[in-house]
């Protein structure tokens, strides 16, 4: 079974239409490697420590919480939560907080 970070770092790679090279070298891994390590952290094999997850994260402009979410719907909202700007937020969670 492949893990939830691995699932959420192949949808985020889809959804950008980059490469696994790509993402790797703008992640800051270096170029003869980072094809094979992204694939590895892709097919589940290894799991990225936080800081290689964090520069993952920032080049597919998703935040770090995103690959832990089990919840599909969540893994959505937190993506896109995080794009709106502050005065959005915090009407959000005014609205949130409505019940």
Do not use: W
Not at 40 to 54: A, E, I, R, S, W
Not at 64 to 86: H, M, N, R, T, W
């Amino acid at each position: 079974m492949v893990s939830i970070v691995a699932k959420r770092l192949n949808e985020a790679l889809l959804l950008t239409g980059i490469s696994q090279k790509q993402l790797g070298i703008q992640a800051g891994i270096d170029e003869f490697s980072a094809s094979a390590r992204v694939n590895q952290y892709v097919k589940g094999k290894h799991m990225p420590d936080l800081q290689t997850l964090t520069r993952l994260a920032a080049v597919l402009r998703v935040p770090v919480p995103y690959f832990y979410c089990q919840d599909a719907e969540l893994a959505e909202a937190i993506v896109k939560f995080s794009a709106l700007g502050k005065a959005q937020r915090k009407r959000m969670l005014s609205l949130m907080g409505e019940s």
